[in-house]
């Protein structure tokens, strides 16, 4: 079709335009369509943000008239949509889209020969792994676009060492074309422009070939371990030193061997944990527990990686069958229990570092299997001495028991997708926990100076990754103060000092214009948010209320949709019945939705089968 | 690199230059007992002469060894290279940095110094001198060897031995501003100059002048045998 009509529809413009400063990226999806039609007719937009990214603002703008978002508290607005839900009145939503993605989806009724500009700007910090930070798009026009761009702005005051963009979908020389990168001492770019003709899939095809995921990923020059910024009184510090020989690991993988993980589940973890044990380094300790009903061990103590050794635990890897059910209380005990007595009979290096790594794809059903019981009995064992990491595989779990456990235990969880790669996906998640460089990592400011700090303590630091704190200085007009970080490494430990000279900070930041002025502080906000939100997954009675609350008072302020707040974007003559909602569901949201019931409930799920396009638009951004 | 012997008994100080190739280690500490050795390496300066008499050169690298802790330091203008057996932790002198473990401590104080410790009664300092980009050159001092064997010995290392000299007869030289005199020192007279050298600890750009005697021809007569025995083959 010319110019990619579809239905009486063009979408002539979608441009994805990012400014990414100091790892925050800023990000603005504006596409604009018109109704060639002589009817009224329904647009969609459609737009795929990362998990980790929250929505800051969401626009329409019919025939030049512009409706803005509206942050409310989550209970406010919910009674504004459940009215509409409740008529089959809504339109928009986000939902889970993949792994890394929540797919917003908005559309609108146009009258005929009418324009609409649909804006979505998220924010989101971008994390270093494995040595990279890296944004993520996907992009899936629906039909051709005239002007179509990706536009990255990035500027890094350490001055940039890499930068990458890559498209799954890039398949040619001609498209290739369209893509141009290029980065010079504090600033990177990025831009991605094909022509109409560079978007048809063939010469005479009116389909689009743009669908995939599109990458951009750098990283920063580090002369200096750390690097400490300042603006209107907010500062952030990053923290990533290199050179640093890996601390030993004493690993016990505690691994689901149940009726359930039959077939190629047991098949994916065997070939995964085989890879692994090629990566596991000679001063490294290990030892399996195997899970089912019953429990059962490798070796009854932990062993040193010697080559002998890798070569038995592959052969024993090789021989681990699916069998019974899931004892999941008895199998952690046990491995606690031999990591501790490694510790207390020096049968492990004096300096290393103690970790658990359990993978399971169902809930305890055989010895303990009251979840909050398990919790607490390994909470009591582990006493804050080591790390628990839980991977949940699957979908037939309860994620937010396993994350729980592993939060409350210096860890993390992941879930590992049911899907081919998924023993990449374990073996990906080893590669990250595998090369601690520090462990017990304190990062200390004097009292008087700082207010208002992000979490300033880490059980480990990994090769490839980076630790950040950020916060407020008490007095905006004090001259200097000093940041020490401490940590144990493999063979020392280690005190990094940095001295900040408050002026001059803030004088090699002057260039912060180039992207956006206050987005230190909307960092400190954004990161301040994100770690209350997880506190708070843990937190009991008044506490809880407590997080809650700071967490909600800064989404408001920042105008940021977190789980604790929801956006609407009203038509100031539209009632209250035509609206249409979205929604940002979390982690939560990807497990049984058997056991939860109240999920049923969530708009995404209930009330997108029953959607009318509302006459007029009424929005409503919702998290999770 | 120039040498300054301070003399606490004598309140006094003796200098000597070691003029040798770009590239030369010199062995400036041994210690057999403790197992503690200190090497340099000459650089030239930005100035690229081959006359010997105008040339300037300075130690570029720095080798430090405790044989008895399996422990390596390897100190350029550019980093700072610690090894604990065959592991290497890479440091640079853009850190501040204090890296303790049992009876060692290493601080890196942000482009200036570097502390060496092993435990008490054993301190270096090295100083990074900063002139330009890929032409800084490093000093080193010793500011505590109590704890250092008398079997030690190098450029720096055999004075760590209490030693007397005796001067005399101080005469116009042929500058008339440093006058010349008889030096009489490990069994030798020697013709030396008054002179003067700086010392960096504290101020590492403009320093503390230190008033000295100089001894010619890279210290002959001064130290023991000449400045050739000194050559060694590996800074580490």
Aim: glycine share 6%.
């Amino acid at each position: 079709l010319p110019e990619g009509l579809v239905d009486g529809i063009e979408v002539y413009s979608t441009k994805i335009n990012s400014k990414v400063t100091s790892r925050f990226a800023h990000n603005v999806i504006t596409t604009r369509a018109v109704n060639h039609a002589e009817e009224a007719k329904e647009i969609f937009f459609d737009a795929e943000l990362p998990k980790t990214g929250f929505i800051t603002n969401f626009t329409l703008t019919i025939d030049g008239v512009t409706y803005p978002g509206n942050i409310k508290e989550k209970e406010v607005a919910k009674k504004q949509y459940e009215k509409a839900v409740s008529q089959g009145k809504t339109a928009g939503l986000v939902k889970a889209s993949g792994r890394k993605l929540e797919k917003f989806t908005v559309s609108v009724n146009v009258a005929a020969g009418s324009k609409v500009t649909f804006e979505l700007t998220y924010e989101e910090l971008l994390k270093r792994n494995k040595g990279k930070y890296e944004m993520y798009l996907k992009i899936q026009p629906k039909q051709l676009v005239k002007h179509f761009e990706i536009d990255v702005h990035i500027f890094e005051p350490q001055g940039i060492s890499t930068l990458d963009a890559e498209a799954s979908f890039i398949t040619n020389d001609l498209l290739g074309s369209a893509l141009t990168k290029s980065f010079s001492g504090q600033k990177g770019h990025v831009s991605f422009k094909p022509s109409l003709d560079q978007q048809r899939s063939c010469p005479t095809c009116t389909d689009s070939l743009l669908n995939g995921d599109f990458t951009v990923t750098y990283d920063v020059n580090r002369e200096s371990p750390g690097d400490v910024q300042i603006v209107n009184g907010y500062f952030v510090h990053f923290f990533a030193p290199q050179g640093l020989p890996v601390v030993p690991k004493n690993v016990v993988f505690v691994i689901d061997v149940s009726g359930s993980m039959s077939g190629r589940k047991i098949q994916q973890t065997r070939d995964a944990l085989l890879k692994i044990l090629e990566d596991v380094k000679k001063d490294d300790y290990l030892n399996f527990i195997l899970f089912s009903g019953y429990v059962t061990t490798w070796k009854d103590q932990l062993v040193q990686a010697t080559p002998e050794n890798l070569q038995e635990a592959k052969t024993f890897v090789k021989s681990i069958r699916d069998q019974g059910s899931t004892n999941i209380n008895d199998a952690l005990l046990r491995a606690i229990h031999m990591l501790n007595k490694a510790q207390e009979e020096h049968r492990v290096p004096e300096r290393s570092t103690s970790i658990i790594i359990m993978l399971t794809d169902g809930d305890a059903n055989t010895g303990e299997s009251r979840p909050e019981k398990i919790r607490e009995n390994v909470r009591n064992a582990i006493e804050g001495k080591f790390s628990l990491y839980n991977l949940g595989f699957g979908r037939n779990l309860d994620y937010s028991f396993l994350e729980s456990m592993a939060l409350e235990n210096q860890g993390l969880a992941r879930r590992i997708y049911e899907d081919s790669d998924a023993d990449l996906q374990l073996q990906g998640f080893y590669e990250e926990v595998a090369n601690p460089l520090l462990t017990s990592v304190k990062v200390e400011y004097p009292d008087n100076a700082i207010q208002d700090l992000t979490q300033n303590s880490y059980q480990h630091f990994y090769d490839g990754s980076e630790i950040v704190v950020a916060g407020r200085l008490v007095d905006e007009d004090m001259n200097n103060f000093k940041a020490d970080v401490k940590g144990h490494g493999a063979l020392s430990d280690l005190v990094y000092t940095k001295e900040v000279d408050v002026k001059e900070a803030e004088k090699a930041l002057k260039e912060q214009d180039y992207i956006f002025g206050n987005f230190i502080e909307r960092l400190w906000a954004y990161l301040t948010i994100e770690q209350l939100l997880e506190k708070r997954k843990n937190a009991q009675s008044e506490e809880k209320e407590n997080l809650t609350a700071q967490a909600l008072d800064l989404s408001l302020k920042y105008h940021f949709v977190t789980p604790l707040t929801s956006m609407v974007v009203t038509k100031p003559e539209d009632n209250e019945n035509q609206m249409a909602f979205a929604d940002k569901p979390g982690e939560d949201a990807e497990g049984k939705p058997s056991q939860h019931p109240a999920r049923s409930a969530t708009p995404s799920t209930a009330y997108q089968v029953r959607y009318q396009p509302p006459q007029n638009p009424y929005y409503y951004v919702d998290g999770d | 690199p120039h040498f300054i012997i301070q003399v606490p008994e004598k309140d006094d100080a003796i200098c000597f230059n070691i003029d040798e190739d770009p590239g030369t280690v010199l062995s400036l500490i041994q210690d057999p007992v403790t197992g503690l050795s200190v090497n340099g390496q000459i650089i030239g300066d930005k100035r690229d002469s081959s006359n010997s008499n105008t040339r300037k050169t300075y130690f570029g690298k720095l080798g430090i060894t405790n044989a008895q802790m399996d422990f390596r330091i390897e100190v350029t203008t550019e980093k700072i290279t610690l090894w604990n057996g065959v592991v290497p932790t890479t440091l640079s002198w853009l850190d501040t940095v204090t890296v303790t473990q049992d009876g060692l401590s290493v601080t890196i104080n942000r482009k200036k110094n570097m502390v060496i410790s092993f435990g008490r009664g054993v301190t270096f300092v090295v100083v990074l001198h900063r002139v330009w980009k890929k032409h800084d050159f490093l000093g080193f001092y010793v500011v505590d060897s109590h704890r250092m064997s008398a079997q030690t010995h190098g450029l720096l290392g055999q004075f760590f031995h209490p030693f007397d000299f005796e001067v005399s007869d101080v005469h116009p030289g042929s500058d008339p501003t440093k006058p010349d005199a008889i030096m009489v020192v490990k069994n030798h007279q020697l013709t030396v100059t008054r002179g003067s050298q700086k010392d960096y600890r504290k101020d590492t750009s403009v320093g503390m002048k230190v008033n000295c005697w100089f001894v010619h021809n890279n210290g002959e007569g001064l130290i023991d045998g000449v400045h050739t025995d000194y050559i060694v083959s590996n800074l580490l």
